[in-house]
């Protein structure tokens, strides 16, 4: 048999397949992992750190098909039907690829023939299990993506390969007929246009993609990642106003890791704000929440406020550490909202309703002193007994909570 080290990556994957065919009658689940990782490991050939971890990667991928079923072993196990071990098995792998693809490894100059060699084949590896994958969930177009992203672009020194990529995605295509994925193939040509500093090409793809599939949002935030990490922000800022149609409908969690890069735009970039304030009111009440984050965290003390008073928001759905920064900016403008909700809770005459205004005024005499203004907290607290002296348990709340004698 041919030594290891000197195969290549069909080679590993056929000799990955004997190591693991005694397993068959396993549970596919996460000792069946460990199972077949140490059957591989217990012939791991010595390699060039960056080579390791082409043999890392594709050992974990060679079981993460072995678990979508995508792999006949000698007792038949295929098809679509995955259960819920295998599901947590599938997901164990998963981050394992995902941590051994960040690792940024530069072959040593000895070892870069054969590097590149193994990772050519690794992309007409990956690109066809990509471009064969169907769901909504990206096992193959995600270890594609960072490919690129870790192991690729650090390494070369000119687009070429980028371009080479796109004739042979195009080639692909052909060759694949009816077993061809649409969607990654355009998310795939939408990528090395992106790498190629081809933004408005990218763009387009990604409108093809919306008008006939629902686009994963994480296929486009590996980009946004890119650029943000590149501290590309004006290019970061122009995607963030091209692609905003594409995530609109997505999930709150999407949205929220979608405007968390306006942060870094804006903070290099002020005169941006505006093009991330549009979208964000337009959407409201679906964002509230992120529109309420953004308001703090870029100091928009009144308009925050303003939006607490507009909804009937309770002071007491914060926690105080939301208060602090205002409190500690501009705290006069938190007192209509602790005075509309004390006036609130006094209507609602009951004991319950009592005690919680009497909690808000606490916090309204503690905002009273930090503005030096104990004079105008005396009179207020003094007209507010006057006037409310018939509701007695009121009164007695008050007593309690040393706001009057």
């Known amino acids: 048999m041919k030594p290891i ?29 460990h199972s077949a990782l140490a059957a591989i490991d217990q012939i791991r050939p010595k390699l060039p750190p960056a080579q390791n971890n082409l043999f890392e990667l594709h050992a974990h991928l060679h079981i993460l098909m072995l678990l979508l079923n995508l792999i006949q072993d000698q007792k038949g196990h295929s098809g679509s039907f995955i259960g819920f071990h295998t599901h947590a098995a599938i997901s164990d792998v998963q981050i394992a690829i995902t941590n051994i693809m960040q690792m940024q490894m530069r072959p040593d100059a000895a070892d870069e023939l054969d590097y590149w060699l193994l990772t050519n084949e690794t992309l007409a590896f ?32 000119d687009m070429r390969l980028c371009l080479e990529e796109l004739e042979q995605l195009k080639a692909a295509a052909s060759k694949l007929g009816s077993s061809l994925s649409r969607y990654p ?5 939408a990528w090395m246009n992106f790498f190629l500093q081809r933004d408005q090409e990218a763009w387009s793809k990604f409108r093809e993609i919306n008008s006939s599939y629902e686009l994963r949002p994480g296929d486009l935030f590996h980009l946004l990642s890119v650029m943000s990490g590149r501290e590309q922000w004006q290019r ?6 091209e692609t905003k149609p594409y995530v609109e409908k997505s ?8 405007y968390s890069y306006w942060d870094g735009v804006i903070e290099h970039i002020p005169d941006a704000e505006q093009h991330m304030w549009e979208p964000l009111i337009q959407a409201l ?33 914060y926690r105080v550490i939301v208060f602090a920064p205002i409190e500690k900016h501009a705290p006069e403008l938190l007192l209509p909202i602790y005075h509309q909700a004390v006036e ?9 309703g009592y005690k919680t205004a009497v909690k808000l005024l606490k916090r309204l005499a ?5 503005r030096k203004d104990e004079e105008r907290w005396d009179s207020f607290i003094t007209a507010f007994a006057s006037r409310h002296s018939r509701l007695r348990a009121l009164q007695e709340e008050l007593r309690k909570g040393k706001l009057i004698p």
């Not at 193939?185 to 040509?189: F, G, I, S, W």
Request: net charge positive.
């Open 5 to 33: 080290d000197q195969m290549n990556v069909t080679e590993w994957h056929a000799l990955f397949s004997s190591r693991t065919e005694s397993l068959s009658d396993h549970t596919r689940n996460i000792a069946y992992v």
């Open 126 to 157: 990956l690109r066809r299990l990509m471009l064969t994958e169907a769901g909504a969930k990206p096992y193959f177009s995600d270890p594609y993506f960072w490919l690129w992203q870790y192991w690729v672009i650090p390494n070369q020194n």
């Open 185 to 189: 193939l355009q998310l795939a040509e």
């Open 236 to 241: 970061l800022s122009n995607w963030l106003v």
């Open 251 to 258: 999930r709150f969690n999407s949205l929220e890791i979608f």
């Open 285 to 317: 009440p679906y964002v509230s929440s992120i529109y309420e984050q953004k308001l703090l965290h870029h100091a928009k003390w009144q308009q925050w406020i303003d939006y607490q008073l507009s909804t009937g928001t309770e002071p007491l759905d």
């Open 344 to 352: 609130r809770y006094v209507l609602l005459k009951n004991r319950v």
């Open 366 to 370: 503690k905002l009273y002193k930090k």
